[in-house]
T-cell receptor, first 114, second 109 residues
Framework: DTEVTQTPKHLVMGMTNKKSLKCEQH?????MYWYKQKAKKPPELMFV???????INESVPSRFSPECPNSSLLNLHLHALQPEDSALYLC?????????????FGAGTRLSVL | GNSVTQMEGPVTLSEEAFLTINCTYT??????LFWYVQYPGEGLQLLLK?????DKGSNKGFEATYRKETTSFHLEKGSVQVSDSAVYFC????????FGAGTILRVKS
């Protein structure tokens, strides 16, 4: 089973709201990732967690706050977002955050910021 | 730095036509290479992979061969179906996963 589950599938929020995206995997993977994908573009890496510790932050604004409560779960907390943050947010996991490990992606959360 | 260049789309084909989507890469070291597919409204699915030179990845009738001498990983399929309509991303993995810009494939019946 190579499933990464993301909830919710769709989210609409106002600029003053606080919401969270959730990602779950049960493959025993020790690396988990958040990507942002705008329409007709490839995914852009936001954060990498390795063994539940944040290892890469690609200079993401602080209104995005990641959290890894345990090895199976990854959250992305959202606060005071801007309309330009509307995008598809993808979670992925891999065996380890090293070269040559296959990343498996979830179906994504489509976020609209009004 | 590492980068991936793939042919611009959209590519429009009739059903049962032969498909080639070109992909070339620039990398330090010896990365793994991947093709991911994204169907409308969905996330990315791994289509195939190759981890070293001359490896051939294959899945669902799609094939790609890791060519170190030409730094290429072109995607091919002998006979496309309408259900293959999607966006195809070539990617390399070294310290991070680096994607190409994506190629839209449209297959007409």
């Amino acid at each position: 089973d190579t499933e990464v589950t993301q909830t919710p599938k769709h989210l609409v929020m106002g600029m003053t709201n606080k919401k969270s995206l959730k990602c779950e995997q049960h493959m025993g993977h020790r690396a988990m990732y958040w990507y942002k994908q705008k329409a007709k573009k490839p995914p852009e890496l936001m954060f990498v967690y390795s063994y539940e510790k944040l290892s890469i932050n690609e200079s993401v604004p602080s209104r995005f706050s990641p959290e890894c409560p345990n090895s199976s779960l990854l959250n992305l907390h959202l606060h005071a977002l801007q309309p330009e943050d509307s995008a598809l947010y993808l979670c992925a996991s891999s065996g380890q955050s090293q070269a040559k490990n296959i990343q498996y992606f979830g179906a994504g959360t489509r976020l609209s910021v009004l | 730095g590492n980068s991936v260049t793939q042919m611009e789309g959209p590519v429009t084909l009739s059903e049962e036509a032969f498909l080639t989507i070109n992909c070339t890469y620039t990398a330090t070291g010896y990365p793994s290479l991947f093709w991911y597919v994204q169907y409308p409204g969905e996330g990315l699915q791994l289509l195939l992979k190759a981890t070293k030179a001359d490896d051939k990845g294959s899945n669902k009738g799609f094939e790609a061969t890791y060519r170190k001498e030409t730094t290429s990983f072109h995607l091919e399929k002998g006979s496309v179906q309408v259900s293959d309509s999607a966006v195809y991303f070539c990617a390399l993995s070294w310290d991070k996963l680096v994607f190409g810009a994506g190629t839209i494939l449209r297959v007409k019946s």
